[in-house]
């Protein structure tokens, strides 16, 4: 079963969105940054486009230092598809 959260990490001010899959894998990430919530990435494992950057390397599971706020399978698609759409029509 797939599982949607968020973490927020001060020192970068970004906000992290993950998809994670049965086996604790990246699935899709959002990074946004910022008081404007700049979209700086929306990677999907599969992803073949440099523009929307990578997904995190290590399972959740050898993660440190995180909180997790779940979140519905909804929210986590709004903003992909908002972060996606910026990143995939803004010219570099």
């Known amino acids: 079963m797939r599982r949607w959260f968020r973490s927020y990490w001060d020192e970068e001010d970004t906000w992290f969105y ?12 959002v990074e946004l940054e910022g008081p404007e919530l700049l ?3 929306a990677a999907a494992v599969t992803d073949r486009d440099a523009r929307c950057g990578t997904t995190a390397e290590l399972p959740v599971s050898e993660w440190e230092g995180y909180s997790p706020e779940w979140l519905a399978f909804e ?5 992909w598809v908002t972060a996606r759409r910026h ?3 803004s010219e570099a």
């Open 39 to 41: 979209p700086v990435a």
């Open 75 to 79: 929210q986590f698609e709004e903003v």
């Open 87 to 89: 990143l995939t029509t």
């Open 18 to 29: 993950f998809e994670i899959g049965d086996d604790g894998w990246v699935v899709r990430q």
